[in-house]
C-alpha cells in the first residue's frame, strides 16, 4: 500500500469514527469535488454551477465541496482519491485517462481531429461519448459528463511559426502517449508533469514551452514566463467529470436524480462559457503585453498540421483504429486530403 493510499484510508477510517450517529443522520451529504484549475476558469465555473444546483435541486441535502488549484490532491493522486473513496468527484483532463488504461480517450488528444466545437460536440454529446464513458465502469468509475475547454495554443520563450521551431524545445505535457507523439513530430523533447508544477518549471528552465487553451494560460499566469504564444489551435483540451462508481450507485435514488439534473444543467453552462472564457483570457494575455502573441499564417498553420497528422496513424494501435474512425465519420475530418 503507498503512503498515499495509507493515508487516505486512515483519514477515511478516522472521519467516520468521529462523527457522532444523530449528526449524520442531519448532516448534508458532502460530495468533494477536486480539480487542478483556478476558479475562475470555464471547469472552475462549471464546478462552483455544479455546487449551486445540487444544493438547490436537493434541497440542501447535499453539500458539493469544491476543492480547486491542486488544493487537495495533483493530476496524479486524485484519481487514486477518487478510486479509494477519499474524494467523489473530478473532472482530470481527457489527455489523463491514459495511466488508468483508458487509452480511447487519447482520441481527443490527437492534433488536428477536430476543427471546432461543433465537430467535438458531434462526439462528446452523441453516442460516442456516452460509450466511451460507459468504457470506465470496470475501474471503478463512472462517467457522467463531458465538458468543454478549447483549443491550445503553444509557448515559449522564443516565435513558434513553423515545425522548425520546435526542434529541441523541452515541452510540458499532460499524460498522454499521444501528446507525446505529438511533440516529437515536430521534433520538440516532450516532458510529462503535473499542472501544478508548470509555472515553476517554465519560470526556472526546467522546460522551455507548453501548450494550453488560454483559460489555463493566463489563470497560471504562465504568460510571463513565456515571451511567446502561437495561435495554433492544434488541439482540444476538455473534461470528463466523473464519480466514484460506488458512491453514486449507493445514492439514494431520489438524490442520485437530482444530481444527475444538475449536471445536465452544469454541462450547459460548461460548454456555453468555455469559448467565451477562453477568448476573454486571450484578449487579457495580449493586454498585459508580456508575451508577444503570434497568428500563423494559414501556411505555417498547415506546415504544422501536415508534421503533426502522421501521429494518427502512429497511434491508432494505441487507441483503436475503430475509435478514431468513428470520430472521422462524425467530424469530416479525412487525413488523406491533407
Ligand atoms: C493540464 O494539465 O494542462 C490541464 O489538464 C489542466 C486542466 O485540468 O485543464
Known amino acids: ?21 444523530l449528526a449524520l443522520a442531519q448532516a448534508p451529504l458532502v460530495v468533494k469535488f477536486s480539480h487542478v484549475v483556478a476558479g475562475d476558469t470555464p471547469k472552475g465555473k462549471a464546478a462552483e454551477f455544479f455546487a449551486k444546483r445540487a444544493a ?7 453539500k458539493v465541496e469544491v476543492y480547486a488549484n491542486s488544493t487537495l490532491y495533483k493530476d496524479k493522486e486524485e484519481m487514486e482519491a477518487l478510486q479509494l473513496g477519499a474524494v467523489q468527484m ?6 489523463k485517462f ?6 480511447e480517450f487519447e482520441v481527443f488528444d ?8 461543433d465537430e467535438l460536440h458531434r462526439v462528446t454529446q452523441g453516442k460516442v461519448g456516452q460509450q466511451l464513458l460507459g468504457k470506465l465502469e470496470g475501474r471503478g468509475i463512472k462517467g457522467l459528463a463531458f465538458w468543454d475547454n478549447g483549443f ?55 522546460v522551455d514551452g507548453t501548450e494550453n487553451p488560454h483559460s489555463n494560460l493566463f489563470t497560471q499566469k504562465m504568460h510571463e514566463v513565456q515571451k511567446h504564444m502561437s495561435l495554433t489551435e492544434h488541439g482540444y483540451l476538455g473534461y470528463a467529470v466523473i464519480t466514484n462508481k460506488k458512491f453514486w450507485d449507493g445514492l439514494p435514488a431520489d438524490v442520485r436524480g437530482q444530481l444527475e439534473k444538475a449536471m445536465q444543467e452544469s454541462t450547459v453552462y460548461a460548454n456555453k462559457i468555455a469559448k467565451e472564457e477562453n477568448d476573454a483570457a486571450l484578449e487579457k494575455v495580449k493586454a498585459s503585453g508580456k508575451t508577444a502573441v503570434y497568428q500563423p499564417t494559414p501556411a505555417e498553420r498547415l506546415a504544422i498540421k501536415k508534421a503533426m497528422v502522421k501521429v494518427h496513424e502512429e497511434m491508432a494501435s494505441r487507441i ?10 462524425e467530424t469530416g475530418f479525412d487525413p488523406s486530403k491533407l
Open 1 to 21: 500500500m503507498s503512503l498515499l493510499r495509507r493515508s487516505l484510508v486512515a483519514l477515511a477510517t478516522s472521519a467516520l469514527a468521529a462523527t457522532p450517529l
Open 56 to 62: 438547490e435541486l436537493t434541497g440542501g441535502k447535499v
Open 90 to 95: 473530478l473532472a482530470p483532463s481527457l489527455a
Open 98 to 103: 491514459g495511466p488508468l488504461g483508458a487509452k
Open 110 to 117: 490527437l492534433p488536428f481531429i477536430f476543427d471546432n466545437y
Open 152 to 206: 491550445k495554443s503553444m509557448s515559449a520563450n522564443k516565435a513558434l511559426k513553423n515545425p522548425e521551431d520546435f526542434k529541441g524545445l523541452k515541452m510540458r505535457i499532460q499524460s498522454s502517449k499521444v501528446l507525446e507523439a505529438q511533440m516529437r513530430a515536430v521534433g520538440a523533447l516532450p516532458q510529462v508533469m503535473a499542472f501544478s508544477e508548470v509555472y515553476q518549471a517554465l519560470q526556472t528552465g526546467v
Open 320 to 329: 483503436g483504429k475503430d475509435i478514431i474512425d468513428t470520430v472521422y465519420k
